[in-house]
């Protein structure tokens, strides 16, 4: 079976239902726990970090044995340098090295050393998945000098990056991975009220994609985390966008399976990719 996965970052289950999106919800859904493992600490809250649970969903491994623990890396080399205590230290470390002429990048299939599910299933497209596709735009968003053109550079991508889908789709392929930031944007830079109307495009271009594909196609949307809307801290009513700490997942099957780990879409899709 052909198996097309719709991956939005920061998807909010509880959004989701609430808002009773139709294409979003599939047959099946359900929340996923988001264990301690897949967390950084953010102002020393343990919080759902997303390069190290997409590195996880694409090679069916913990953690501990992909070994992705960041959005910015720069080469195996200078990122066991730069643990040493010394540059530790330093506050502003990227931009420290950004004047040592270091540009950092986000981890690639080259970083992993394993497999991933598009390594196992073959011929397959992943289009800027996290921890795989080399992903030069998000370097450029990141020195976004305010919120405005950090959440307007997101959204052009997203409509470039819909155009590209929509081009590759049609080739031939048995796995077919999409990977969507701008949810994850939006839900930093947006409050609820305005992050459904985010939440309603991407229900209808989940409608579009499928609408190619067909019924026959296994369908998997899936995000890596939630959003809660604000978190007052300290009683001084300051509002923080803040992940949640469960993800996402739809199916267009019937099924009593349920994933409680990301970890185990890894041998799902395996089987599912087997079936005819
Ligand atoms: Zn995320």
């Known amino acids: 079976m052909k198996v097309l996965i719709i991956a939005l970052d920061g998807l ?5 239902v609430k808002e009773r999106m139709r294409f979003l919800l599939q047959k099946t859904y359900g929340k996923i726990d988001i264990s301690p493992e897949y967390c950084t600490l953010v102002e ?13 969903f694409i090679t069916g491994l913990p953690p501990h044995k992909h070994k992705i623990r960041d959005l910015w890396t720069y080469g195996k080399v200078f990122d066991s340098i730069k643990r040493f205590p ?8 990227r931009k420290f090295v950004w004047r040592l002429g270091l540009k950092p990048r986000t981890p690639n299939k080259r970083d992993l050393r394993a497999t991933t599910i598009f ?34 550079g997101a959204k052009k991508l997203f409509e470039l990056k819909k155009k590209v889908v929509f081009e590759e789709i049609k080739k031939n392929w048995n796995l077919f991975m999409a990977y969507i930031h701008f949810t994850d944007a939006a839900g930093h830079c947006y409050g609820f009220g305005r992050l459904k109307t985010v939440y309603r495009a991407m229900d209808y271009f989940v409608s579009e994609v499928k609408e190619i594909v067909g019924a026959d196609t296994l369908c998997l949307i899936v995000s890596d985390h939630g959003m809660e809307e604000e978190r007052t801290k300290d009683g001084r009513g300051t509002k923080l966008h803040i992940h949640s700490n469960h993800a996402f997942f739809s199916l267009n099957i019937e099924t009593d399976w349920r994933p ?14 087997e079936l005819n």
């Not at 020393?44 to 996880?56: F, K, N």
């Not at 409680?260 to 990719?273: C, G, R």
């Open 44 to 56: 020393g809250e343990l919080t759902p970090y997303t390069p190290i649970i997409w590195a996880s």
């Open 12 to 16: 909010e289950y509880d959004l989701v």
């Open 86 to 93: 010394p540059l530790r230290a330093i506050k502003g470390k």
């Open 119 to 152: 390594d196992v299933i073959e011929p397959s497209t992943a289009i800027d998945v996290i921890g795989y596709n080399p992903w030069g735009y998000m370097e450029k968003l990141s020195s976004s000098k305010t919120i405005d053109e950090y959440i307007h």
């Open 260 to 273: 409680e780990n990301m970890t185990d879409f890894f041998p799902k899709i395996l089987e599912w990719a």
